[in-house]
């Protein structure tokens, strides 16, 4: 879904500011809410989010607000009722970790490989 900010706000090159977005959820256990870059703001003005995907946990009850960045060499302007941001609701598994010693992992063919290592 679209996120549209209720607010102006200026963005010189290189600025990092939160845009709010008028509206708090609450998501049910087992659920997050990722927010990411809108394509049309990414090319066309150089406007991206630093964290993206950022997270929302269903324990979050605060007002969404969007970190955006500026990127490009011009100042940018974010209008009320613009579209900034797409979030996106995904089920996710809790995982309970379990300590132990590396050598008790077990083997893969990978291994320990690592960077670029998947796709020999």
Excluded: C
């Amino acid at each position: 879904m679209d996120l549209y900010s209720v607010e102006r706000v200026v963005f010189e090159p290189g600025d990092t500011k939160l845009v709010s977005t008028g509206i708090a959820i609450e998501l049910p256990r087992g659920y997050e809410a990722q927010l990411r870059p809108r394509s049309g703001l990414a090319l066309k003005h150089s406007i991206t989010l630093p964290n993206s995907p950022a997270t929302i946990d269903p324990g979050y009850r605060g007002e969404l607000r969007v970190i955006l960045h500026n990127l490009g060499r011009e100042t940018f302007t974010v209008q009320p009722g613009e579209r900034i941001a797409q979030m996106v609701v995904a089920r996710y598994e809790a995982v309970v970790w379990v300590d132990v010693n590396e050598d008790e992992l077990s083997a893969s063919d990978r291994g320990e490989g690592g960077f670029g290592s998947s796709g020999r």
